[in-house]
């Protein structure tokens, strides 16, 4: 198994400003995601944290506003830039050691006022 | 993707059996079935999975239909904890990410 935590735990945060989560899992693991979840809806990916390399992002999900970086197997940061109202959300890492199970973060809440 | 057809809610009493189904008629050969759940401010939780053959672990089984089409997800004792959101998601053997749709909420009654 792994155990996946993540900070901050929730923040608010201005209109303008950049966040930067963390995501730290106990043991190596292979592939990292981003998602995110408004509320009340499901969750939607951003994208996959490549370690070494840049991430991969999903349709509608961009670098510059969510940079991601993954200097190793166990770490991976989502910078969530220029922030808006709209970008309130929970932020969810998840990590998948071995071939079928993936592990989620407890998530970081987010509100931009 | 292959897509997945849950019902948005379903309700229980607890200590019952709840069956949760899933439909995937558009289910391709290399798709493995699998089941997380989302319990109340919490990130989502592997269940089960499974490709062909029912499967069984101390969570739930699972019970796939012979052509493929549909699963259902059985808990045997449902108890209040189990009340989440069940996600019934479709997923190549790995490095993937998993594909969310709605999901069922489950509501478990005393």
């Known amino acids: 198994s792994a155990v996946i935590s993540q900070k901050p735990s929730r923040d608010i945060c201005q209109r303008g400003t950049s966040l930067t989560i963390q995501c730290q899992v106990d043991?190596?693991?292979?592939?990292m995601f981003w998602y995110r979840q408004q509320p009340g809806q499901s969750l939607t990916l951003i994208a996959t944290a490549n370690q070494g390399s840049e991430a991969t992002y999903e349709s509608g999900f961009v670098i510059d506003k969510f940079p991601i970086s993954r200097p190793n197997l166990t770490f991976s940061t989502l910078t969530v830039s220029n922030m808006s109202p709209e970008d309130s959300s929970i932020y969810l890492c998840s990590a998948e050691k071995g071939i079928f199970e993936q592990f989620f973060g407890p998530g970081t809440r987010l509100t931009v006022l | 993707d292959a897509k997945t057809t849950q019902p948005n809610s379903m309700e229980s009493n607890e200590e019952e059996p709840v069956h949760l189904p899933c439909n995937h008629s558009?289910?391709?050969?290399?798709?493995?079935i699998h089941w997380y759940r989302q319990l109340p401010s919490q990130g989502p939780e592997y269940v089960i999975h499974?490709?062909?053959s029912n499967v069984n672990n101390r969570m739930a089984s699972l019970a796939i239909a012979e052509d493929r089409k549909s699963s259902t997800l059985i808990l045997h004792r449902a108890t209040l904890r189990d009340a989440a959101v069940y996600y019934c998601?479709?997923?190549?053997?790995?490095?993937?990410?998993?594909?969310f749709g709605k999901g069922t909420s489950l509501l478990v009654t005393p």
């Open positions: 499974g490709l062909t």
């Open positions: 558009t289910i391709s050969g290399t798709d493995y």
């Open positions: 998601i479709l997923r190549g053997i790995s490095g993937y990410a998993l594909n």
């Open positions: 043991s190596q693991v292979t592939m």
